[in-house]
């Protein structure tokens, strides 16, 4: 599968649409048919699991040395401590606000390159990550107050952005070596055992029958999940991580545009508050977003 350097923004305005779609799924589950999000995390690890074989059957791994087989094992623990932390908030918060507070992601990757990867970018680029981000959390925002800041569900979100651009850093180190197929694989492995951990809690335990019962909601997100994340591990094949995370940041803009749709046609499905000053506020920051990846992508 060849793609040119310039398909690279199309890929990158693909995959947080289809993450998106997982976000919703999640979100409806923990609201309504999940009591542990720690329990849903059992099984997502458990279908990342069964996923990984699957792309495992066609795509063997291949010129694996201990550095590689560490560091993908590394990138899903990291991604399963950032994932601990999204179901948690998302239990708590309207999905939309999630979203785009986990999307101060670009700034932390951002720095990270420069450290780890010695990526550059101009100082416009840099403003345009900065105007992208600020985009996306004003989505997540229903009143300009601290308060709005500190909410812990808000700062749990927060916090999970750090572990995500952590693996984001760690992908793109081993696509110079591996494919985006076995890189996608050793990552599963990885998230399936930190996400295995969740079977310490004894609360998880006692409601993962519950949770099991959703299987089918939990495959379909997950689905979604295995789709956006090849699409975002071809984008970061070809073009600096810096970039694509930043185009990423229109994660929350699509959980906008599905949440209205949504309230529209199915009102009670999930708990979101939208009215005339908050959808203002949004569509301010859907404009920032818009400015700032065009910057990104000139």
């Known amino acids: ?11 990158s305005l693909l995959y947080p649409a289809l993450y998106a779609v997982s976000n919703i799924i999640d979100k409806f589950l923990l609201e309504k048919r999940i009591k542990n999000p720690f329990s849903l995390s059992i099984i997502v690890g458990l ?28 990138a899903g623990i990291s991604y399963s401590i950032g994932y601990f932390l999204y179901f948690y908030a998302t239990s708590m918060e309207e999905v939309s606000r999630v979203i785009s507070m986990i999307y101060i992601t670009p700034i932390i990757v951002s720095l990270f390159a420069v450290i780890f990867l010695n990526e550059k970018l101009t100082l416009i680029k840099y403003f345009g990550i900065i105007i992208i981000v600020l985009g996306a959390v004003l989505i997540g925002i229903n009143k300009l107050s601290s308060n709005e800041f500190f909410r812990r569900g808000v700062l749990i979100a927060s916090l999970s952005s750090i572990f995500w651009a952590t693996t984001n850093i760690i992908q793109k180190y081993l696509l110079n070596d591996i494919s985006f197929w076995n890189l996608y694989s050793l990552q599963s492995f990885g998230l399936f055992i930190g996400l295995s951990t969740a079977l310490l809690s004894k609360n998880a335990r006692v409601n993962l029958r519950n949770t099991v019962k959703n299987i089918h909601f939990i495959s379909l997100s997950e689905g979604f999940n295995f789709l956006a994340a090849i699409v975002a591990l071809l984008a970061l094949s070809k073009a600096d991580v810096s970039k694509v995370s930043a185009i990423g940041s229109l994660q929350p803009l699509y959980v906008l545009v599905y949440v209205i749709i949504l309230s529209l046609f199915i009102p009670k499905l999930l708990k979101e508050i939208l009215n005339k000053k908050i959808l203002i506020i949004k569509l301010v920051s859907i404009l920032l977003i818009v400015i700032g990846a065009y910057i990104i992508t000139r």
Do not use: C, D, Y
């Open 1 to 11: 599968w060849n793609v040119s350097m310039e398909e690279w923004v199309i890929l």
């Open 47 to 74: 279908v990342a699991f069964f996923i990984a074989l699957i792309v495992l059957a066609f795509n063997p791994l291949k010129n694996l040395t201990i550095n590689i087989i560490f560091f993908g094992l590394l």
